[in-house]
């Protein structure tokens, strides 16, 4: 009898205890505010501009051009993909977001606060980009929590959820996918947590639910070096009425794969007209089926072919280059998007012509300063995009030693 | 006298039946003890949501493995039906795009199963064939996009399958459960199911017996399709979105699952249950991982390494068998006793 009695009130010990801890696991334990006023002053007279990257440029700075937005057309989707309104969708998602149920700032200050980071896949560029984020976050004391889902829509879904559970003062996210972030942004949103999209740009749609988006303007940095490639591309070729080019496409499906395809066809249609597209192919990121695939074009289109425009700067450059010097082709123009220190020892040797500044660091910092921003009640855009320029022979050495 | 080492081997073979249920334990109460904001109910049903889709992909593919075959195209057939079901949506209404979304699915299962017993394929290329057609079939449908819809009602159902309808209960994961009992069922306690077994124990002996040894097989590849097709399905129903990559990590995480739940590679043994178990016992390390503040490579070398121990552990248990095939255990213990009472 007295055995059983034991046994029993054991029993109802645990199931009290389990009912307690389950209870206290849905609630916010977040750290308490204890003087916001304090904290804000604090906050504010912290100063993030004197912080640098590890190629020594500024870590944060932000993009000089002002927007200039055309009227959106009533179906791009009907123009052809030559014509740059074609990608108005995409290019100038946001600019004109309607919010919905967006948190106002508790203009508390950002010291202290706890973000959550939830980048797209573990890549050297993520390191570099995550690194960017933590000197930010360092400087204002915020507790941030970095994770990556390695590319896999289920498991950034569930560490959206996580995230969700564990109830951050902010979640940044780079969406791995434009479309899929409608239902991520939207399911943050409905959650309360204040929600910064960065990096790859989502639809329209998935703009109306987040505070803002940070990051580079893809679009934009394709036209300029579309413009770099076309004038190289004159200059080694005077007087040619066609200039036949190929495209190494981004993985479909993300907003590089257009923006990087796309801005520079729709560019080079107003801009040089003489230049045609031959082929566009998107191969992955491997330097051995890049090189098969250009291998492939040198065959099939011989001297016509006079420019590559790549969208990676490593793996695919690599193969680029592989190719053409097998073939004995030095008179290709090639460029790429990216910053990475492939891209720039091959802009340094010659086998690239251009590059663009992406500066990873800066795009994870812009990220948290954004952040920082809104927790001291500062009044933010609907878009900030990163500075952009194009890296060539001339001034590649004041970027090294490059971010990753 | 010999009952001590009599209890010790039935230990270690009730410890070795009920394996994936003891470490399903030992990961939940360390979970529930250690790692913070883990033991709560909108964590533990984020848990079965994300187990959901690859819980439904394993429940055939187990079925597949337990024949002795292995379906490699099931990340892919989920992509395929997915998209499927999206892109018909916004002309014909989920009411028909999910049955001809199930329908692809039922037909790859098909394909997959004639090209095994008729063409004599090895299950192994046919379903990597599978896999790169579909891939391609994808891509072409898309133009190399994902497919997403919006909208009230899509977002609407969307919301429905995600919420909780009973506590921790989302309707996407009662379909699951409900996915998860019936196969359990049917092949545990049916005729049709047990020779699944039969057939992957040994293929001879099951014809022998009378069984149609080629419709058991398809009918598994059908079935493996088919539960692919759903899970992607469902997955993109709830997301509102298929992306062309969102089931090429479902494969492996599946196939690791299937064989840390105790499914013999080589067929005849296991058991879906155990599969789902696996999966949800993986899917709790993974949460713990993320809640610990842990990387995602923390998540991959801790069940790789699962995964190698188990592995190690069946080939281990596989020699033992084979060197006591044919030999009756119990007297080789005794005649291993009076071994060690023979004075040197």
């Known amino acids: 009898m007295k055995r059983q009695v034991r046994m029993l009130f054991l029993v109802m010990v645990l199931l009290v205890s389990t009912a307690v801890l389950f209870a206290q696991g849905g609630k916010a334990t977040g750290p308490s505010a204890a003087d916001a006023a304090a904290n804000l002053e604090a906050s504010l007279k912290v100063d993030t501009s004197v912080l640098k990257a590890a190629d020594g440029q500024p870590l944060l700075k932000l993009s000089a051009d002002v927007p200039k937005i055309p009227t959106r057309p009533a179906n791009p989707e009907a123009l052809p993909d030559t014509n740059p309104l074609r990608w108005f969708d995409m290019e100038y998602a946001g600019w004109d977001a309607q919010k919905t149920n967006i948190p106002a700032s508790p203009k508390s200050g950002a010291i202290g606060k706890r973000i959550t980071f939830i980048v797209h896949g573990d890549h050297p560029w993520t390191t570099a980009c995550s690194l960017g984020a933590q000197k930010v976050a360092d400087a204002y004391g915020i507790q941030l929590k970095v994770l990556s889902p390695n590319w896999d829509l289920a498991v950034q879904n569930q560490m959206i959820d996580q995230a969700i559970n564990e109830r951050p003062d902010m979640l940044l996210l780079i969406p791995l996918d434009a479309t899929t972030a409608v239902q991520q942004a939207r399911r943050v949103n409905q959650a309360g947590i204040p929600l910064i999209l960065f990096n790859t740009l989502p639809t329209a749609e998935a703009m109306n639910y987040a505070i803002t988006w940070t990051g580079p303007d893809d679009f934009g940095q394709m036209r300029k070096l579309a413009r770099v490639f076309a004038d190289e591309l004159r200059a080694r070729n005077p007087g040619a009425k066609e200039l036949g080019i190929a495209y190494v496409q981004h993985a479909p499906g993300g907003s590089p794969y257009f923006a990087r395809s796309y801005g520079p066809v729709s560019e080079l249609a107003g801009y040089a007209p003489e230049v045609v597209t031959l082929d566009m192919q998107a191969p992955g990121f491997e330097a051995d089926r890049t090189m098969q695939l250009v291998s492939d074009w040198l065959t099939r289109f011989g001297p016509r072919l006079k420019g590559i425009f790549a969208a990676d700067d490593s793996a695919q450059a690599l193969g680029i280059a592989e190719a053409l010097k097998k073939a004995g082709r030095a008179d290709v123009v090639v460029v790429a998007a990216g910053n990475s220190k492939i891209g720039m020892d091959m802009v340094t040797d010659g086998s690239l012509f251009a590059i663009t500044y992406q500066t990873a660091e800066g795009d994870g910092a812009l990220a948290v300063q954004t952040a920082a921003d809104w927790f001291n009640g500062k009044e933010l855009p609907n878009r900030r995009n990163l500075p952009q320029h194009i890296i060539t022979k001339k001034d590649v050495a004041d970027f090294y030693p490059p971010q990753w | ?344």
């Not at chain 2, 939940?28 to 984020?46: K, Q």
């Not at chain 2, 049917?186 to 049709?192: G, M, N």
């Not at chain 2, 598994?220 to 399905?233: K, P």
Request: charged fraction near 10%; glycine fraction near 10%.
């Open chain 2, 1 to 344: 006298m010999h009952n001590k080492p009599m209890d010790k081997s039935k230990l270690l073979a009730i410890g070795d039946r009920f394996r994936i249920y003891i470490l399903f334990l030992v990961i939940f109460i360390f979970m529930s003890l250690f790692a913070p904001r883990f033991f709560n109910s909108y964590n533990l049903t984020t848990i079965l949501r994300t187990v959901s889709m690859n819980a439904t992909l394993a429940l055939g593919f187990s079925v597949v493995m337990i024949c002795g075959h292995l379906d490699l195209s099931i990340g892919r057939t989920a992509t395929f039906a997915a998209v499927i079901a999206l892109l018909l949506q916004k002309s014909v209404g989920y009411g028909l795009s999910v049955p001809i979304a199930i329908a692809a699915g039922v037909l790859v299962g098909l394909v997959n199963g004639l090209l095994v017993v008729k063409v004599k394929i090895n299950s192994f290329i046919v379903t990597i064939g599978t896999m790169t057609i579909l891939q391609g079939a994808t891509y072409t449908m898309t133009g190399g996009n994902s497919v997403s819809l919006s909208g009230s009602n899509v977002f609407a159902i969307s919301d429905f399958l995600s919420r909780p309808l009973l506590p921790m209960l989302p309707p996407r994961v009662i379909l699951t459960i409900l996915f998860v009992l019936l196969f359990h069922f049917f092949v545990t306690h049916t005729q049709w199911g047990r020779n699944f077994y039969l057939l992957g124990g040994n293929k001879m002996t099951a014809w022998l017996a009378g069984i149609h040894t080629d419709a058991v097989t398809v009918s598994a590849f059908i079935l493996s399709s088919t539960m692919a097709a759903v899970g992607g399905i469902l997955f993109a129903m709830e997301s509102s979105a298929a992306t062309l990559n969102m089931g090429e990590n479902s494969l492996m995480y599946v196939v690791s699952a299937t064989i840390i739940g105790g499914t013999a590679m080589s067929g005849g043994k296991g058991g879906v249950l155990k599969s789902v178990i696996a999966i949800l016992s993986l899917e709790m390390l993974y949460t713990g991982t993320i809640l610990f503040g842990l990387g995602n490579e923390v998540k991959i070398f801790i069940s790789g390494l699962i995964l190698a121990f188990v592995v190690l552990y069946e080939a281990y248990a596989s020699y033992k068998h084979e060197r006591t095939l044919g030999q009756r255990s119990e007297l080789l213990k005794e005649v291993a006793m009076l071994k060690a009472r023979v004075p040197k």
